[in-house]
C-alpha cells in the first residue's frame, strides 16, 4: 500500500538519490532515462490537451446544442477536472512512477482494480492517438492542396476525403512512432517546440479575436440558438461533451516521472499548470470566436466553427500561419499520447501483468526508451485508423467513447482515494497513507467533488443521444454505442486478466 512505499526525503537529499530512492522503495530500478525537466513535463500535458487543436475541432459541437451559452460549460468541466488534477498532482508527490493511473489504483485499492484502471487508460490512450492523428486531414489540404493525396475532396465523410485522412494519419503516426523510440530527449525536444508553437498561435489567434469583436461578453448569456427539439438543459447537458472531450489528459507529467528530474515536485506541479493554462487559452478562444463570429444564426458556427470565424477576419496569410500552428499542435500531441500510453503498456508489462510483457517491458540500451511498446501502441494506432475508411461516423462514435473509457479509469483512481482518506479521517491515523495533515478536510472535499464530477461527466458521455450518436436517424442503435463500447473495453479486460498469470501466480 501507498504507505509503505512511499517515502518523504528530507528537502536536503540530493535530486538524483531522492529519484533512486522513490523507485527503490516501489520495487524498481531505473531503466528510463532522466533526461526530462519542468518545462518538458508541463509540455507533455499541455500537448496531451492540446487546447488549441481539440478547441478547434469540437467547438461546432458545443455550439450546435448550446448555442453562445455553451461557454458556461467550459468554466464547470474545468473546476470538476480541476478537483481531479489536484487529486492526481497529490498522489504524483507520493508515487512519481511511470504508469501512473495504473499504479495509483493498484496502490489505493487492489491490484485487480488497478489492472482494469491500466487497461482503461491504455485503451483510450490508444484511441486518443488516432483521434488526434486523423485530425490532420482537416488542416494539411488547407494549407496545401498536395497534401490531398487521393482525389479532390477533402471531406472526410467522403470516400476520397476517409482514404486520404488514413494516409495522413498513418504517417503522422510513424513519424510520432520514429521519433519516440529514439529517446525521450529527442521527443521531448519536438514536443516543448509544439507547445511553443501551440502557445503562439494561441495567442496569434486570441488577439485576432479580440481586435475584431462584433458583440460583447453578454453574448455567453444568449439562449436563443439551443439545438431545436431538446430542453434547454438537455441542451446545455449535450453541449457540455465538448469541454469534457478536451479537458482529459493532464495526467499525462506523471506518466513520465521515471523520465523526470524531481519528479515529486515537478510532475504535480506541471499537472495542475497545464490544465490551468489549458482551461484560460481554451476559454478565450471560444470566447472571442463568440464575440467576433460574423452571425451567430447562420449556421456556420454549429458547422465549421473557429476557422469560420478565422476567416472571416484575417486575411489569407494570418489563416495559413494559423493552420501551420495547429498542424504543429497536433504533431506534437500525437508524441505526447502516445509517449503516454507506452509508459501505462510499459509499466504494466515490467509488472508482468499482460501478455507479451517479455518484450513490452525491455527498455533500450541505447535510446533508453521502451520501443517495443511504443511500436506496439503505433501499430495499433494505426490500424485503428482503418475503420474511418469503413465508416467516418462509426470511428467518431469509438473516438467519443474512448473518452469515456479514461472518464471511468479516473474514477478507478479517485473512488479509492476518497475511501483511503475517508478511513484516515475517521481513525485520525496517517501510518497507512501519508496524506499531508493540513489542510485535510479541505483534500477530502476537492476528492469529493473529483469523484462527484467524474461520475456525472461520464454519464454525460454515455448517455443515449440520437442527436450525437444518430443525427441522421438512420442508426437508432448507435445511441447505446459508448455504453457497449465501455462494457466491451471492460469485458475484454477481464478475459485478458484472466488468462495473463501474475508473478504470483506464476
Not at 528530507?10 to 519542468?38: K, M
Not at 498522489?91 to 495509483?104: C, D, K, T
Not at 496569410?317 to 506534437?332: E, P, R, Y
Amino acid at each position: 500500500m501507498i504507505g509503505a512505499d512511499t517515502v518523504r526525503p528530507s528537502p536536503a537529499s540530493p535530486p538524483h538519490s531522492v529519484d533512486s530512492e522513490y523507485l527503490a522503495r516501489l520495487g524498481y530500478q531505473q531503466e528510463l532515462r532522466r533526461d526530462l525537466g519542468p518545462f518538458a513535463s508541463f509540455a507533455a500535458g499541455f500537448s496531451f490537451v492540446s487546447v488549441l487543436t481539440t478547441v478547434f475541432e469540437m467547438f461546432p459541437l458545443g455550439y450546435s446544442f448550446g448555442g453562445p451559452a455553451f461557454f458556461w460549460t467550459w468554466p464547470l468541466v474545468f473546476f470538476g477536472q480541476f478537483c481531479v488534477a489536484l487529486c492526481f498532482a497529490e498522489l504524483a508527490s507520493h508515487l512519481p512512477v511511470a504508469g501512473a493511473i495504473y499504479q495509483w489504483s493498484s496502490r489505493l485499492s487492489v491490484r485487480d482494480v488497478g489492472w482494469i484502471a491500466g487497461w482503461l487508460t491504455l485503451i483510450g490512450y490508444i484511441v486518443s492517438v488516432s483521434a488526434i492523428a486523423i485530425a490532420m486531414q482537416s488542416i494539411l489540404p488547407s494549407l496545401w492542396r498536395g497534401f490531398q493525396f487521393i482525389g479532390t475532396n477533402p471531406d472526410v465523410t467522403t470516400l476520397s476525403g476517409a482514404e486520404n485522412a488514413v494516409i495522413l494519419g498513418t504517417i503522422t503516426i510513424l513519424a510520432s512512432t520514429i521519433i519516440s523510440c529514439a529517446g525521450v530527449r529527442i521527443s521531448a525536444f519536438v514536443t516543448v517546440a509544439g507547445v511553443y508553437a501551440e502557445i503562439g498561435g494561441l495567442c496569434l489567434l486570441v488577439a485576432a479575436l479580440f481586435l475584431n469583436t462584433r458583440r460583447g461578453f453578454e453574448v455567453t448569456l444568449d439562449t436563443s440558438h439551443m439545438a431545436p427539439g431538446m430542453s434547454g438543459h438537455g441542451a446545455f447537458l449535450a453541449s457540455m461533451l465538448m469541454a469534457v472531450y478536451v479537458m482529459y489528459g493532464f495526467d499525462s507529467a506523471a506518466e513520465l516521472s521515471e523520465e523526470t528530474h524531481d519528479p515529486a515536485r515537478t510532475a504535480p506541479r506541471a499537472i495542475v499548470r497545464c490544465l490551468l493554462l489549458s482551461f484560460v487559452a481554451g476559454g478565450l478562444v471560444i470566447l472571442g470566436a463568440l464575440m467576433a463570429a460574423p452571425s451567430l444564426s447562420s449556421g456556420e458556427l454549429a458547422t465549421i466553427g473557429v476557422p469560420y470565424v478565422i476567416n472571416a477576419i484575417t486575411s489569407g496569410i494570418v489563416g495559413h500561419l494559423l493552420l501551420a500552428t495547429v498542424a504543429i499542435s497536433v504533431f506534437s500531441a500525437t508524441i505526447a499520447i502516445q509517449t503516454s500510453a507506452s509508459r501505462v503498456l510499459f509499466s504494466m508489462a515490467r509488472d508482468r501483468v499482460i501478455p507479451g510483457c517479455e518484450q513490452l517491458g525491455r527498455i533500450s540500451s541505447r535510446t533508453g526508451t521502451p520501443i517495443a511498446a511504443t511500436v506496439f501502441v503505433g501499430v495499433l494506432s494505426a490500424a485503428f485508423l482503418g475503420v474511418n475508411y469503413g465508416d467516418a461516423s462509426l470511428f467518431g462514435a469509438i473516438t467519443s467513447s474512448a473518452v469515456g473509457v479514461t472518464y471511468f479509469a479516473y474514477l478507478l483512481v479517485t473512488v479509492p482515494l476518497l475511501f483511503r482518506r475517508w478511513q484516515w479521517l475517521r481513525s485520525d491515523d496517517d501510518s497507512s497513507f501519508e496524506f499531508e495533515t493540513k489542510g485535510r478536510v479541505r483534500r477530502a472535499f476537492v476528492n469529493l467533488c473529483a469523484v462527484l464530477c467524474g461520475a456525472l461527466f461520464l454519464l454525460n458521455t454515455l448517455w443515449p443521444r440520437t442527436a450525437v450518436f444518430d443525427p441522421g436517424g438512420e442508426r437508432p442503435y448507435m445511441v447505446a454505442f459508448p455504453t457497449a463500447f465501455l462494457m466491451l473495453a471492460l469485458g475484454s479486460g477481464i478475459i485478458v486478466k484472466k488468462f495473463q498469470k501474475t508473478p504470483s501466480e506464476a
